[in-house]
């Protein structure tokens, strides 16, 4: 229990401290002579400090499970905020930064520099005193709305009892895991491995759809009000500055460039998928009519993909299970991801949060490079999607980068959309720690433009497709590997369905778009219109899937962002062999030249250097099948 009890005086050395710390730094840069180039130093010393205690505090208000210390992190959370925003409104700092000569500066600081002038005006700094108290109020108001926003959904767990006859489909070890109650009855989570597992495999179509609804209703009516003030006050908050909309305010730190642009790339994509998704809805509804179902729905989309996927392409996804019990999966994603980036992992006893937790440092060349925490099961209270969170930046010769993965995965079979889901966060990890190495704080890390964060996450999945790499960890009980031919069928049904999920995923996009451009009075009428516009799948009536989209906190109008990686990542990936993922010349340019800048660089020229030419279309394209 030593190693639980500990991580609570995290808050105090690493919050508290560190923000008490941070207000020291700041009187310091405030004295500091004009034209000073100690005061950017001092700058990233504040900036790090503030980082500390930022990040502390956002996780284990997200994970631990003593209520009193996630209201005590909370806290915290508001205190950085609120410290964050008087620092960018400070003209004294502002005053010191802007006297110093970018000329003196060698490229680092001149980033540094330009970076932090560019973040002072976007807080209004250079506006007078009534307006910059308008953004201080408002700054304050967003991080406590935001934290409501996710507390309801991370607290909001409920669950829908259905007949133990309605579990047929299900594993059988899905069903050991859901004994019936004395009146025949189970409950079914909104937990992501009751759920999903649920919806994909259960034949009973009124169950299907009852379990549906309680999941696509999660955060409803509470988060309702709290969003549309969320979307309010960011509006107010971008008027304020004479911004459009917040998108365009939000874009313009992006890759994307402006607000508008979101549109035209939902819009672009979503025309590139059309006939190939509706196609694929084709086939679905021809399978559904053997069951009498004339539609497909949320309770219907899953559960008729695999059905499709089972027999159209001789994949079973619950035989599919058999080959990836966790544990394996976990050492497997460990081994293939040293290989490939030249690392190594060694397990340490280190302070948590809960004894699910796992800790293993990492190295390179014998030489520390971080540390990395796995948090990967669901409990009550947790962040209940899949994510990683910095603990500690890193920044060269001072501190080594600590992240934390935060997934929900069973413990016992995953299914391999599991598997891949796994990679994919693991490659945010990878970032993190690879990236720490930075003489400032600001670009440590994935701190690079938001739109390319997902596009290494995204291309380490192929790892997760690969036949010769499944066989390395996937086994069944008696240790056969996967077979390389069933691998071949799983890819080719992926293929199936993969046109309709990008429309699904465009829908995703253009309500995070439009709820923040338009700020809907009716925002369910107003979610309906969207998903007529670019879902193919029907929505379920009377249901409220935006109270429980968390990414409408954390990604705002920018859940474009995915996509938009997508495609850089497919053109990352078109750099390697398929026949030879591991081969160290390829595999370690990419760690250096992509991944271990961080944010030193703009990512298009990052992308550019590893791949000798800017980022395309091309491998994208070919694989939507344009």
């Known amino acids: 229990m030593g190693r639980l009890v500990a991580v609570t005086d995290w808050l105090e050395e690493r919050g508290t401290e560190r923000l008490k710390a941070a207000g020291d730094l700041v009187a310091a840069l405030r004295d500091a002579p ?3 180039p100690t005061a950017l130093e001092l700058w990233n010393d504040v900036s790090l400090a503030l980082a500390d205690a ?29 410290f964050a ?40 700094v250079d506006r007078d ?32 009892r259905v007949t133990a006859e309605a579990l047929a489909g299900l594993p059988a070890d899905f069903v050991e895991a859901h004994p019936a109650d004395a ?29 549906a609804r309680t999941f696509y209703d999660l955060g409803h009516p509470d988060n309702d009000e709290v969003l549309r003030e969320l979307l309010d006050l960011r509006h107010r908050r971008a008027r304020l500055l004479d911004y459009e909309d917040w998108p365009s305010f939000d874009a313009e730190v992006k890759m994307i460039g402006s607000g508008p642009a979101i549109a035209e790339f939902v819009d672009r994509i979503s025309d590139a998928a059309a006939d190939a998704g509706r196609r694929d809805l084709g086939v679905l509804l021809e399978r559904a009519a053997q069951d009498g179902v ?88 947790k962040y209940n999607h899949a994510a990683q969170f910095t603990l500690v930046p890193g920044v060269r010769g001072r501190q080594l980068p600590e992240g934390v993965l935060v997934c929900n995965f069973p413990r016992g079979l995953m299914e391999h959309r599991d598997v891949v ?23 440590s890390g994935v701190s690079t433009e938001w739109d390319f964060v997902e596009a290494p996450s995204q291309m380490l999945e192929e790892w997760a497709w690969d036949a010769d790499v499944l066989r390395t960890f996937a086994t069944d009980a008696e240790g056969e590997p996967i077979p390389a031919d069933l691998v071949a069928r799983m890819r080719e049904a992926e293929e199936f369905g993969k046109a309709f999920l990008v429309r699904t995923q465009m829908f995703y996009a253009a309500l995070s778009y439009y709820f923040h451009l338009e700020r809907p009075a ?56 398929p026949a030879a993922l591991f081969a160290p010349e390829v595999a370690t340019r990419y760690r250096d030249a992509v991944l271990a800048p961080g944010g030193s660089a703009d990512a298009a020229d990052l992308v550019a250097d590893f791949l000798g030419r800017p980022y395309d279309t091309r491998a994208f394209e070919a694989w939507l099948g344009r």
């Open 129 to 160: 005193e009534e307006t910059r108290e308008q953004v201080r109020e408002l700054d304050q108001q967003l991080t406590e709305l935001g934290q409501r926003f996710s507390r309801v959904i991370r607290e909001g767990r409920r669950t829908t």
């Open 183 to 211: 009146d025949g009855y189970v409950e079914i989570s909104t937990d992501y491995p009751d759920t999903h597992p649920f919806l994909a495999y259960a034949h009973d179509r009124d169950a299907r759809l009852a379990v």
């Open 54 to 82: 930022s990040s502390v505090a956002s996780l284990l208000a997200a994970v631990h499970p003593d209520p009193d210390v996630v209201a005590r992190a909370e806290r915290i959370e508001i205190e950085t905020s609120g």
């Open 522 to 577: 009716d925002l369910a009428a107003r979610m309906l219109e969207l998903y007529d516009a670019y879902s193919l799948v029907r929505p379920l009536p009377d249901t409220h899937f935006y109270a429980g989209f968390g990414h409408l906190e954390g990604y705002s109008s920018g859940y474009y962002t995915y996509m938009w990686s997508l495609v850089i990542a497919k053109d990352l990936f078109s750099a390697f062999d």
């Open 421 to 443: 889901t796994l990679f994919h966060e693991f490659g945010h990890l990878m970032h993190h720690t690879l990236a720490g190495r930075q003489d400032w704080v600001r670009f």
């Open 294 to 381: 004339e539609e497909i729905d949320l309770a219907s989309s899953r559960y008729y993909l695999e059905a499709v996927k089972r027999e159209h392409h001789g994949v079973d996804a619950q035989q599919v299970r058999r080959y990836f019990a966790f544990d394996r999966v976990h050492d497997g994603l460990l081994a293939v991801t040293a290989r490939l980036f030249g690392v190594t992992y060694e397990r340490v006893e280190a302070p948590v949060w809960h004894e699910d937790v796992t800790s293993f440092d990492v190295l390179l060349d014998g030489e520390p490079l971080g540390r990395i925490h796995l948090d990967l099961h669901p409990r009550a209270s």
């Open 85 to 124: 925003t008087d620092l960018h409104l400070d003209r004294e700092v502002f005053d010191r930064l802007s006297a110093l000569d970018p000329d003196a500066l060698d490229d680092g600081g001149r980033r540094v520099l330009t970076d932090a002038l560019r973040t002072f005006r976007r807080s209004g």
């Open 34 to 36: 004009l034209g000073d």
